[in-house]
């Protein structure tokens, strides 16, 4: 009798023990299992600000309005349709730069101007989808005929690029140079060179990209 008495004892405290130690299995296990979910969740929002065509190369079309000052003194507005490429090395600085034709808006329209542009950026806010910079953007413009003087315009600023939701590789981008100095050429004439803040154009640039 004491002998089962004894066991009967031992078993109870046994079976006491794996009752209470089985809330404390399921709580470290429950917190093994989130700790688990969490290692990859916070890699991801590490890697998560890095803009997603970083090491793509981007080929598109954009679009910027030129002030021409002609020798007489007076303003012509120039359309000017770029072919542009653009590169991220890395989610902090890229470079973009194309070359393009201007049309002005005068009549008769016989001058053409042959333009580039080069631009070096620095990523200020990079999202995975989007990314906020700021661009120093010098743009020559060489005229083709007599009408227009030959223009060099150096202006800096900021820009957006965001990428399209149903087309993950075509992105648009939009950017504001407010700051511009500019030099207008002319072959006879003055050589008038102006520095703008909120100038009448406000050298704004609107175009896209598809990355390959």
Same mark, same amino acid.
Not at 67 to 83: E, H, I, P, R, Y
């Given at each position: 009798?004491?002998?089962?008495?004894?066991?009967?004892?031992?078993?109870?405290?046994?079976?006491?023990?794996?009752?209470?130690?089985?809330?404390?299995?399921?709580?470290?296990?429950?917190?093994?299992?989130?700790?688990?979910?969490?290692?990859?969740? !916070?890699?991801? #929002? $590490?890697?998560? @600000? +890095?803009? /997603?065509?970083?090491?793509?190369?981007? &080929?598109?079309?954009?679009?910027?309005?030129?002030?021409?000052?002609?020798?007489?003194?007076?303003?012509?507005?120039?359309?000017?349709?770029?072919?542009?490429?653009?590169?991220?090395?890395?989610?902090?600085?890229?470079?973009?730069?194309?070359?393009?034709?201007?049309?002005?808006?005068? !009549?008769?329209? #016989? $001058?053409?101007? @042959? +333009?580039? /542009?080069?631009?070096?950026?620095?990523? &200020?806010?990079?999202?995975?989808?989007?990314?906020?910079?700021?661009?120093?953007?010098?743009?020559?413009?060489?005229?083709?005929?007599?009408?227009?003087?030959?223009?060099?315009?150096?202006?800096?600023?900021?820009?957006?690029?965001?990428?399209?939701?149903?087309?993950?590789?075509?992105?648009?981008?939009?950017?504001?140079?407010?700051?511009?100095? /500019?030099?207008?050429?002319?072959?006879?004439?003055?050589?008038?060179?102006?520095?703008?803040?909120?100038?009448?154009?406000?050298?704004?640039?609107?175009?896209?990209?598809?990355?390959?």
């Amino acid at each position: 009798m004491e002998r089962s008495a004894r066991k009967t004892f031992i078993a109870a405290i046994l079976i006491g023990s794996a009752l209470l130690l089985a809330p404390l299995d399921r709580a470290l296990a429950d917190q093994a299992a989130a700790d688990s979910l969490d290692t990859p969740v !916070s890699s991801q #929002s $590490s890697s998560g @600000a +890095t803009y /997603n065509n970083v090491h793509h190369f981007g &080929l598109g079309l954009a679009w910027a309005p030129m002030d021409l000052v002609q020798a007489n003194g007076s303003d012509v507005f120039a359309n000017v349709g770029f072919v542009d490429a653009r590169y991220w090395f890395n989610d902090r600085f890229g470079l973009d730069g194309g070359i393009g034709f201007g049309l002005p808006q005068i !009549s008769p329209k #016989s $001058s053409l101007l @042959a +333009t580039m /542009n080069i631009e070096p950026m620095l990523a &200020l806010i990079t999202r995975p989808h989007s990314i906020f910079y700021a661009n120093i953007d010098l743009i020559p413009a060489l005229n083709t005929g007599a009408d227009l003087p030959s223009a060099v315009t150096l202006s800096a600023g900021l820009g957006i690029e965001t990428e399209i939701a149903d087309i993950s590789k075509l992105a648009w981008f939009a950017q504001w140079n407010p700051l511009s100095l /500019n030099w207008n050429l002319p072959n006879n004439g003055p050589n008038e060179t102006g520095f703008t803040f909120l100038g009448s154009l406000m050298n704004v640039m609107v175009g896209f990209h598809y990355y390959f």
